[in-house]
């Protein structure tokens, strides 16, 4: 009986309903979003840094995990002295350099020989690999949303680039250019912002890093099947702290639309209030009834969230291919759980409300 | 099949169709109910001392705003009294809290309004079965069918009140305040909203209730007409009870 009132009483007013079950959707897709988007993007870099295939990265003195924010402090011959160690198989020195030319990208200055005896090469969907000093290699997803084709000129950190190919994405940077014409542009000549280093086996890679401890005392040293678990918003300063000020907007969002459907909902039921007081409705059942009725709309809320994050996912995969939203089970059920609490805290009030109404008034209501 | 047959025995043994009791199952005793306008307390009654057998019918007229609804309220449990005494089926009211009434209202009596006041969003089974779920023992299909035959409601059940004619609203009500089998009935001016041959549709189901299962019924109205179904008729004047004459 109780569930067919809260169902007749969600279907009366269908509009005040889709309004509440909006916000309600808005607000699990924002946090659905927000965090898929800020762990999808952190776990695509990740698993494009471990697609490189190296064992071991070597950083400077207290560089951050993300590679893109360190400069390029290091000689880079300190990748002779890094090839010479034991059960090392290759190293490739790389610059790394932020670009927000046409798009927020970390551009990889490679040695083309270097890189591919560390990755096992690029797949080449069209193109060639650099030959020449202006040579840019693309990713696909790059590509199709910059629009580059290969013999295209891209311009790039103030520089015309001949596009030599489409690569296939995965290798790390989205961008790469010749190692030598970069550390041109940025004025760091003869220097590396990092190493990747091949062992001769993957299980030799803690000896290779005790070995570079010893021999770069203070430096840096990554094994690279680390990072997935490092690319964390919580490593980046600052970046939880704008999530959760997200969710709590989001929640605050729907919070404030619940109580407000919530309260004309009361106030629009006064005499209904007084007619289950005059049959002997007390005020847990009053509240009971609200507060079911305030979780029966955030439930369809949250369904429609879900359905409506996934919508927005993919049409931004549509235009913006190279972002990365990750929609988790754990993050839907955390959304749904913050939704439902506060549907709840918005309802409790209009439902507390309409307990303490005197039946009398109630009844008399116009 | 008699409705008779399915009222439950009360553990008093106090109901019993078509005879009364001396015993009051209402009784006031200079009760007083003031309302704040205010910084002033309005009194809607003033000392009224007022008792209904068990199993009798019970009219009271009077002018507006002389106390009658205010009367009904208190004695029905909706309002708390201001002072004195107010005892129903044994239970003094004016001691209780107001869970306390909620739960005696829930047991014993049933209301029926003027507007009807049947909830907009279900149909007239809803409203009828909201009642049985509200009082606690779930929907009984049995007892459901006995009332719902009784006041011509079979073929109506799946309406909603706005398409109902307001006979067919005021009878749902009626068969919402009896799906209980309340020992009290109060009908604050049931009539009022209805055509003669409504009006004397529902009189006929109150006086039915009343004679043939022992149902005690105060009901308010303006109309002298209407006093003919019942035992007894009350005057109220300015918050308290001027006579108290038998209406033949």
């Known amino acids: ?366 | 099949m008699g409705i008779a047959a399915t009222i439950r025995t009360p553990s008093e043994g106090l109901i019993v169709p078509g005879k009364k009791s001396l015993e009051p199952i209402l009784k006031t005793e200079n009760l007083w109910k003031l309302y704040r306008a205010g910084k002033v307390d309005v009194p809607a009654l003033r000392g009224v001392n007022f008792a209904v057998a068990h199993g009798e019918s019970v009219a009271v007229m009077g002018p507006s705003g002389c106390g009658k609804s205010s009367l009904l309220y208190v004695i029905g449990g909706l309002a708390k009294a201001s002072k004195g005494s107010v005892l129903v089926d044994g239970n003094e009211l004016t001691a209780m809290s107001d869970a306390e009434r909620t739960k005696l209202r829930r047991s014993k009596i049933g209301f029926v309004f003027q507007r009807f006041n049947l909830l907009p969003t279900l149909t007239a089974k809803g409203n009828i079965a909201i009642a049985q779920f509200i009082h606690g023992d779930g929907f009984d299909p049995h007892r459901f069918d006995v009332v719902t035959n009784l006041l011509g409601l079979a073929g109506r059940l799946q309406h909603k009140p706005s398409e109902l004619s307001g006979g067919e609203q005021q009878r749902v009500a009626i068969a919402r305040a009896i799906i209980n089998e309340p020992k009290i009935l109060l009908a604050d001016e049931p009539t009022g909203n209805l055509d003669s041959k409504n009006s004397e549709v529902v009189l006929q189901m109150l006086r039915q209730l009343n004679k043939d299962l022992g149902q005690t019924v105060v009901m308010i109205t303006h109309n002298p007409e209407a006093t003919a179904y019942f035992d007894r008729v009350v005057h109220m004047r300015d918050g308290v009870i001027v006579d108290g004459v038998p209406a033949d």
């Open chain 1, 1 to 366: 009986m109780m569930s067919e009132l809260i169902v007749r009483n969600l279907l009366h007013r269908p509009l005040r309903t889709l309004i509440g079950v909006l916000a309600v959707a808005v607000e699990v897709a924002l946090v659905v979003l927000i965090v898929g988007l800020t762990s999808g993007l952190l776990t695509e870099t990740a698993k494009r840094i471990e697609g490189i295939g190296a064992d071991v990265m070597l950083q400077p003195p207290a560089a951050s995990v993300f590679i893109g924010m360190t400069g390029a402090p290091m000689p880079i011959k300190i990748a002779d002295k890094l090839a010479e160690l034991k059960y090392v198989q290759a190293v490739a020195p790389t610059l790394l350099q932020f670009s927000s030319q046409g798009g927020v990208d970390v551009v990889y200055g490679i040695d083309a020989e270097s890189f591919r005896a560390v990755s096992g090469g690029f797949v080449f969907l069209q193109g060639h690999d650099m030959e020449g000093a202006d040579d840019l290699l693309v990713d696909d997803l790059a590509a199709a949303a910059k629009h580059i084709k290969v013999g295209d000129t891209y311009k790039l950190l103030n520089h015309d680039w001949h596009v030599a190919a489409i690569i296939e994405h995965g290798k790390g940077a989205r961008l790469f250019v010749p190692v030598a014409t970069l550390q041109d542009l940025v004025g760091a000549p003869d220097k590396a912002s990092i190493f990747w280093l091949k062992c001769t086996r993957p299980e030799h890679t803690e000896d290779v890093m005790d070995e570079i401890r010893h021999l770069l005392p203070g430096y840096t040293v990554r094994p690279v099947s680390a990072m997935l678990s490092l690319m964390t918003s919580t490593n980046i300063p600052g970046l939880q702290s704008f999530i959760n000020a997200m969710i709590a907007l989001a929640v605050a969002i729907g919070l404030l639309v619940i109580f407000l459907t919530m309260y004309t909902t009361v106030i629009e039921r006064t005499r209904d209030i007084g007619v289950l007081k005059s049959l002997g409705a007390g005020r847990v059942f009053i509240v009971r009834a609200l507060l079911t009725e305030s979780a029966g709309l955030c439930l369809m809320g949250i369904v429609a969230g879900v359905g409506l994050s996934y919508a927005v996912r993919a049409a931004f995969l549509v235009g913006f291919p190279t972002l990365s939203i990750l929609i988790t089970p754990v993050w839907i059920l955390r959304a749904a759980g913050i939704a439902l609490v506060g549907a709840i805290l918005g309802a409790s009030y209009p439902a507390w409300m309409a307990s303490r109404k005197d039946a009398v008034e109630a009844l008399s209501y116009d």
